[in-house]
Each structure stands twice: as structure tokens, then as C-alpha cells.
């Protein structure tokens, strides 16, 4: 059968297999192939139809087309769609084999465990709200069978998931090994804390920007006066995130800030208050340094959950490919290669991007679960020494 290609978008079954968000309904007229009787593969016997592919390949058209605005009919959207779909076809096969798997090992699902489920979703994405929930479906075009059924696959996946790595142990020594190794990771440099008062500006206004600093200035002489920086912070910063907290910072490291008002803080002693207002391209900082919190390193009992989580995490993955892999070798696949072809490109004046936006759909494979391997072990789960927050803090964030 068809590999998993590296070579454009990776998709996995957990991206593609729906519960009700999903990216509109599957335009399956338009492959002349596509027929009541022709199938994409086999698994052991088991029909993958070619309704059921051609669906997943159009919902997965649309979230690209709606997501980086790909038209498919260009060259590197037809390339795209050559890979999309072989990865579609390859996760689809892994998905019936799962299934197959499951049903051998004797696994089912209760009626209480499916509405469990289904009150969980309700209620995290829907805030329990039953009108709301019928309405997504109705909109993406799934019917209250087809979520049902798919809801069921995804217990029952979990299952067969959580049966196959049960015996996959992270032991104390790997973790004091990872820790060792990746001592560096737990390290967290220099901090200072700092409060400020911004006065907004646009930078490229001179005007603007002139009547900003002279205001800021304004500011600095009621301080050397005698008024209080959380005072002077709430009447006059323009910084509603921490405005009413006096303009509290609190801690933060080198990168986290833009370069202006970072250099400006770090070079500052602990109590000073600039003499004049820092530039940035938020408008005038006005800055009262706080303490400075040396660097440290994190010890091994306090990051220890945090390995533990990403170590069990990644042995579970290696483990479940190591099984997938081998029930595929053992089992009869035939793929109907004809659905992998990609149609001739329409003349450029009948070309046009496909599908439309989609919202982000839910998978279907159990937790931590992926029909490809790409682990990161570089770090534990949820550690906080990684590298800074991609959002700023502030609006003295980057």
C-alpha cells in the first residue's frame, strides 16, 4: 500500500476523522471514479468505500483552502493534494485496522460511557447548551447517527489505546538520566521586576509621539514630586492590562520585552525610576525597577512529574507504533490506487481555490495516540523553562 509521505502536509487520522466540527460536506460528485461500487481500500476483507475517502479528502481540502488560502489547482496545491491524499488513504486503513484490533480484543462501549461523552462535549464546547450542539451539526451537515457512531469509535479507540501501552514504564533511572542530559532546559536565567506607566503613541506620528513624551515627562516630574507610582499608574497608564495593579509587571526575563524597554530595565538598580521616557513602538514607558531574582536551577524532585509525563507520554507513542505497524504487516490491504490519482489541472480561466474556511475539527484516535511518530523529548510536559511566552506579557511585551 501507499507510505506515509514526509513530503507535504502531515495529516494523521486524529486531524481529519470528525466528531461535529468538521469542514462542510464532501463533494464526492466530482471524482469520476466515485460509484456505488468502487472502494479506496480493503483491510482484511473490510470496504473503506469511496464515499468515506472522498469525504475526508474534500474535508481536508477545505481547511487548508480556508486556512492558507491553497488553491489545488496550482502546482504546489496539486503536489499538496498528491500528498493530502495519500495520507488521507493511509490513515483511513490505519483507523479500519484499529477498529478490526479492538473488536479482537473484545472491547465495547457502554451506553454510559457514550453519554458521558457526549455531556463533556456539550458542556466544554457548547456550554450545555442542546440547541447550540444540533445547530453545528445541521450547519456541517452531519446527521446525530453519524456523530453517535463516530463519538462510540473514539471511546473505543481509547480503550484499545490505553490496553496496548499499559505495560509501557518510564522507571525512576530514565528520568534521572533525562534530567542530567537536559539540565540546561531547567534553568531559569536572570529576572527583574518592574512597574511602568505607558502613554500611548503612534510612532509614526510625529506630532503624536511629541505630545505622548511630553505628557510622560509630566508624569516623571509628579513622581520626583512625591506622587505614588501606582497612583500616577492608574490615572494616567494606557496599559489596561495592569493599569489598576498599579502597573505591575512582575517578573520577567531577557526576550520577553521589547529591546528598548528591556534594556532600560535590566540596566536600572532596584527602586530607580527613569529620569526620562523610554521609547518603544507602543508610545512612552515610564519605568520603576523592582527586585532582581538571580537564575536557578530547578531541582530534580521538582521537575520529576514533569519528565515522568513527557517520558510516559513518548514510550506510550513508540509503543503503539511499534504494535500498529506490526498488525498492518500482518494483515491483506489492497488500495485502489486509481483514488490516489490527482485529476488533470482545469484550464487556468477555470481554475479557482477549493473549499472554503473550516473550522479546526476534533480527532478520533485515543489521547497521545498518532498514525505518525514524531515525538519531542527535548522537554517534559508542561515545563516552564522553556523558552519565553510566544505572546507578550503587556504592552511592553514583544
Do not use: C
Not at 507535504?8 to 464526492?28: D, N
Not at 464546547?125 to 451539526?137: I, M, R, S, T, W
Not at 520577567?252 to 529591546?259: A, H, I
Amino acid at each position: 500500500m501507499a507510505k506515509n509521505t514526509r513530503k507535504g502536509p502531515q495529516l494523521t487520522i486524529a486531524a481529519i476523522v470528525t466528531t461535529i466540527i468538521v469542514g462542510g460536506a464532501a463533494a464526492a460528485g466530482s471524482y469520476y471514479w466515485a460509484n456505488e461500487n468502487a472502494y479506496a481500500a480493503k483491510v482484511n476483507g473490510e470496504v473503506i468505500s469511496s464515499t468515506e475517502y472522498i469525504s475526508f479528502v474534500e474535508r481536508a481540502k477545505k481547511q487548508y483552502a480556508g486556512q492558507i488560502g491553497m488553491d489545488f489547482n496550482s502546482e504546489s496545491g496539486r503536489t499538496m493534494l498528491t500528498n493530502l491524499k495519500e495520507n488521507v488513504m493511509n490513515s483511513l486503513v490505519d483507523m479500519a485496522v484499529m477498529k478490526q484490533a479492538a473488536k479482537e480484543m473484545g472491547l465495547s462501549v457502554t451506553k454510559e460511557e457514550e453519554d458521558k461523552q457526549y455531556q463533556e462535549l456539550l458542556k466544554g464546547k457548547f456550554q450545555g447548551n442542546e440547541e447550540a450542539f444540533e445547530k453545528a451539526l445541521a450547519d456541517n451537515k452531519i446527521t446525530r447517527a453519524e456523530f453517535d457512531k463516530q463519538s462510540k469509535e473514539q471511546i473505543l479507540l481509547q480503550k484499545m489505546y490505553q490496553k496496548i501501552v499499559a505495560d509501557a514504564k518510564v522507571e525512576d533511572k530514565d528520568i534521572q538520566d533525562f534530567y542530567n542530559e537536559n539540565k540546561a532546559k531547567f534553568e531559569s536565567p536572570d529576572q527583574v521586576e518592574a512597574q511602568h506607566i505607558l502613554i500611548k503613541a503612534d510612532p509614526d506620528n510625529a506630532a503624536e509621539m511629541k505630545k505622548a513624551e511630553q505628557k510622560a515627562k509630566t508624569v516623571i516630574a509628579k513622581l520626583k514630586g512625591g506622587s505614588k507610582f501606582e497612583d500616577m499608574a492608574k490615572e494616567f497608564s494606557e496599559d489596561t492590562s495592569n493599569k489598576d495593579k498599579g502597573g505591575d509587571l512582575g517578573a520577567f526575563g531577557k526576550g520577553q520585552m521589547v529591546p528598548a524597554f528591556e534594556e532600560a530595565a535590566f540596566a536600572m538598580k532596584p527602586g530607580d525610576l527613569t529620569q526620562q521616557p523610554i521609547k518603544t513602538r507602543f508610545g512612552f514607558h515610564i519605568i520603576k525597577r523592582g527586585k532582581t531574582i538571580p537564575a536557578t536551577t530547578r531541582s530534580m524532585e521538582e521537575v520529576k512529574p514533569m519528565i515522568m509525563g513527557q517520558l510516559q507520554q513518548t514510550k506510550q507513542q513508540e509503543v503503539f507504533e511499534k504494535w500498529l505497524k506490526e498488525t498492518k504487516e500482518k494483515a491483506t490491504i489492497k488500495i485502489n490506487e486509481e483514488m490516489l490519482k490527482v485529476p488533470e489541472a482545469p484550464p487556468a480561466s477555470e481554475a479557482s481555490p477549493s473549499g472554503d474556511a473550516a473550522i479546526t475539527p476534533e480527532g478520533t484516535l485515543p489521547e497521545g495516540a498518532t498514525t505518525e511518530t514524531n515525538p519531542d523529548t527535548s522537554m517534559p510536559a508542561g515545563g516552564d523553562a522553556k523558552t519565553p511566552p510566544a505572546e507578550p506579557k503587556t504592552e511592553a511585551g514583544q
